[in-house]
């Protein structure tokens, strides 16, 4: 029997990591189950609010895009066991998925309003190429755990950087997208 990881994790176990009474964790949690989920919760969500900052702090479309992915490779290299583990474990309930197509949804429509708005792309052809271009995402770091190497990283930031300037140049009609290089 594992006798470390998440397997070994009980409520005893909590409440003698934190220093507290079987009790008082029994208080804020009801078993081990709301506790993984919480964790996990946690997890994403600082997660989701280092991307935001990367991305709102990038100073165009472009920028914000890169920093999306850089970022997402980042955190996948730091986090991704630990999700993986957790998720492996059973904690994905609906709470969870609805919380997160939340956070996909306010990510999708900020991008679609930058690039609207700095690319003077139409709405209408905003929306479904900014959603397209935000799950290849998910390709990309599927592309990683394959082999997840620092240059690997490299190399699909990249490729995904070629692919969302040719598109959003395409899509707008060549609004210096591609930052003065040669067409």
Do not use: C
């Not at 506790?35 to 609010?49: D, F, K, M, N």
């Not at 900052?53 to 970022?71: C, E, H, M, S």
Request: hydrophobic letters at 40%; glycine letters at 6%.
């Amino acid at each position: 029997m594992k006798t470390d990881g998440i397997d070994a994790l009980s409520m005893e176990a909590v409440a003698d990591k934190a220093g507290v009474s079987r009790p008082l964790v029994y208080k804020h949690f009801a078993n081990r189950s709301e506790v993984l989920t919480e964790l996990y919760r946690r997890e994403t969500t600082e997660v989701h609010e280092e991307l935001s900052r990367a991305v709102t702090a990038a100073p165009t479309v472009l920028d914000a895009y890169r920093a999306l992915a850089r970022g997402s490779l980042a955190a996948a290299a730091v986090h991704g066991s630990a999700f993986a583990t957790l998720r492996s474990a059973g904690v994905s309930n609906a709470a969870l998925r609805k919380e997160q197509r939340s956070r996909d949804g306010l990510t999708a429509r900020y991008f679609a309003r930058r690039t609207v708005r700095e690319l003077s792309i139409d709405e209408e052809r905003a929306r479904p190429a900014t959603a397209m271009l935000l799950s290849m995402i998910d390709d990309v770091l599927a592309q990683w755990r394959r082999r997840p190497t620092a240059e690997r990283a490299a190399s699909l930031e990249e490729t995904y950087m070629t692919i969302v300037s040719a598109a959003l140049d395409r899509l707008g009609g060549s609004h210096g997208t591609q930052r003065g290089a040669a067409r």
